[in-house]
């Protein structure tokens, strides 16, 4: 399993540096928030650039679960290692933890470099450690969610309009979260959807030929 999911990493690695990069901008833009808090109209841009960001990331996770089972299909990769002593449910989870470290490499720098910015440079806030842990969730289920339609839409790569549906089911489920905010609604909506879609991934992989 660990060379399987080497594999994906390195295949991939592209994304994985993408995530860093991100991270760091991200850090960035928290920092000049935090200290434009008192300027409404410096902070309400930061914002607004913040919000861009996040959905830009996001996306960028339903491109690398598209690109993964495209690239695999396309040159036959998993057809090969089938051919060795590994199971086709074996070679799926490689690329779901793959794509689970690809958006926690983002994530996780991003949440610890959070709580200790407002923890050296705000004053007490009690409830900010509840913040950053349900924006933490609430991103890291959306686009968990986003990357499972892309490997549908990936492994559908050969029907028309398939890209187009799945970066549409991408974009309301992004407006999802404008809408519900971060907390138990967003998640109570997204945990059955990211089940029915690992579900049907599984059977989508397990059942087509490769």
Not at 135 to 144: D, E, K, Q, Y
Request: aromatic letters at 10%; glycine letters at 8%.
């Amino acid at each position: 399993m660990f060379a399987l999911t080497k594999r994906e990493v390195r295949d991939h690695i592209g994304f994985f540096i993408a995530a860093v990069i991100l991270s760091g901008i991200l850090i960035g833009l928290s920092i000049s928030l935090l200290y434009e808090y008192r300027r409404i109209d410096a902070a309400l841009s930061q914002t607004g650039v913040l919000i861009v960001a996040v959905m830009i990331v996001i996306l960028g996770f339903f491109a690398m679960g598209a690109v993964q089972m495209y690239v695999d299909k396309t040159r036959k990769i998993s057809a090969f290692l089938s051919t060795l002593p590994v199971s086709r449910s074996r070679i799926l989870l490689a690329k779901l933890l793959a794509g689970t470290l690809a958006i926690l490499t983002l994530l996780v720098p991003l949440a610890i470099a959070a709580l200790i910015l407002f923890r050296l440079l705000s004053p007490p806030i009690p409830l900010f450690a509840g913040v950053v842990r349900d924006v933490f969730i609430g991103t890291f289920l959306t686009a968990f969610a986003c990357y499972c339609v892309g490997l549908q839409a990936g492994g559908n790569a050969g029907r028309p309009g398939s890209a187009l549906a799945g970066l549409a089911l991408t974009l309301v489920l992004i407006t999802l979260v404008v809408v519900k905010g971060f907390g138990a609604p967003l998640v109570l909506i997204l945990v059955p959807f990211i089940i029915a879609s690992l579900v049907r991934v599984w059977h989508m992989f397990t059942s087509t030929p490769l």
